[in-house]
């Protein structure tokens, strides 16, 4: 049987949902020989994006690297709706058995408790106050971010805390938090990059087909 060319699907970055390197056992797309491409049948459900829970018991990460300028992060969301081409954390979802491929962008997972659990980590003894790096590995605020606002929920901890928080994100839904990043930066407590890879918007979308364009982008740098 002859393998099935992969193809880009709309709206999405990979082209392919190619198994990932922990797996046993790997997946290749055949031509059956009725010369049917399982993409183009019109009985399957469109390609959507699903989030599922996240059962972690902690949400601070360490990480003693001496080329990295943090010591701690937070991301709220495993995998990342912006779909880039060249996003250096797809290979992290192999960890949890899905695809570095089309699973990293429609399957993600949520730490609908973070908050709660980043308070809970905060009052402990031992916790010494430094920044937390927000965007570290997948974007905080990615479109579920909008439905779930668990970064919100986040943001408002660290501000009762007086925790310093720095963040990076390619989304203009940063604007949103205003408030409360107005309200900490002006204790000397937040930081915020926003990531403009080009100006050109057609490039932008295939490269970043959901990530906010590049002037919504500049518009949230205005805002903020």
């Known amino acids: 049987m002859d393998e099935i060319p992969t193809r880009l699907r709309k709206g999405r970055g990979a082209v392919s ?5 922990y797996d046993s056992a790997a997946r290749v797309r055949t031509d059956d020989g009725w010369g049917n491409d399982p993409d183009e049948d019109p009985d399957l459900p469109p390609l959507r994006t699903t989030v599922m829970p996240d059962a972690s018991r902690t949400v601070i990460a360490h990480n003693k690297s001496p080329d990295i300028p943090f ?3 937070l991301n709220p969301y495993r995998g990342c709706e912006h779909g880039c081409i060249y996003c250096y954390a797809r290979p992290t979802h192999a960890y949890l058995g899905f ?5 990293f962008e429609t399957k993600l997972v949520a730490k609908f408790d973070a908050p709660t659990i980043l308070e809970q980590e905060l009052r ?3 916790y010494r106050c430094r920044a937390l790096a927000m965007g570290t590995n997948t974007d905080p605020y990615q479109p579920i971010e909008r439905t779930y606002k668990i970064t919100r929920g986040i943001l408002e901890v660290l501000s009762a805390f007086g925790n310093p928080v ?4 390619k989304s203009a839904l940063v604007a949103r938090d205003a408030d409360i990043l107005g309200s900490m930066a002006a204790r000397g407590l937040a930081r915020v990059a926003i990531s403009v890879t080009t100006l050109d918007a057609d490039l932008a979308r295939k490269m970043e087909p959901r990530a906010a364009t590049p002037s919504r982008r500049l518009g949230a740098i205005r805002s903020l």
């Open 124 to 126: 402990a003894k031992s």
């Open 99 to 103: 695809s570095p491929g089309l699973d």
């Open 166 to 169: 720095t963040i990076v994100t």
């Open 17 to 21: 949902n190619a198994s990932s390197r």
């Open 71 to 73: 010591d701690q992060s």
